[in-house]
Structures are given as C-alpha cells and as structure tokens.
C-alpha cells in the first residue's frame, strides 16, 4: 500500500511539472488573434492600479535588512519582511 502512495505521489508530481511547463512556455500569438489598439487600452486600464489601490508603493520601503533594522530599534516598531522564493512568475 505505502508503495501505491509512493507512485501516486510521483505521478502527480510529474503531471503537475508537464502542465506546468506547458502553461509556462512563451509562444506568439498568431497574427489573426493580436490585439486591437482599443481592446489593449480596454484591458491595460482594467489592469492598472485605480486612485487607492497603489497605497502600497507610497510607503518608504527599505531594503537593506541591517538598515531596517536600526530605524526600528531607533523609533521602537517593529519590522515588516518580506521575502520570496523562486522565479518571480512562478514559473520554472
């Protein structure tokens, strides 16, 4: 049985990793499916950040951690890290 699992585990370990690539490959679009100017600003203004939703990049971020580190000993707050593994897509 725990040899069944074993398999199982691998098999979908592998299909996921198959889908994966496939999903993930950069193709070009055919020339009959390509945008129009209009259907790209249709979608580039859906996509974009609207008055209030990019509060997030008005913050002085720090990057250096030692730097982080010493404002917050120095006003008594704490710290806020952020940190990501892998490819930025999650693709790979």
């Not at 055919?30 to 008005?58: C, H, M, Y």
């Not at 580190?69 to 940190?83: D, F, M, N, T, V």
């Amino acid at each position: 049985m725990r040899k069944w699992f074993q398999f199982a585990g691998l098999g979908a370990v592998v299909a996921v990793a198959l889908v994966g690539t496939r999903y993930c490959q950069s193709q070009p679009v055919p020339a009959g499916e390509q945008l129009s100017a209009a259907e790209f600003d249709k979608l580039l203004t859906a996509v974009r950040p609207t008055t209030g939703e990019d509060d997030f990049d008005k913050i002085p971020w720090l990057t250096n951690l030692w730097d982080a580190r010493a404002k917050a000993a120095k006003e008594g707050k704490p710290i806020l890290l952020w940190e990501m593994d892998g490819h930025p897509l999650g693709c790979g």
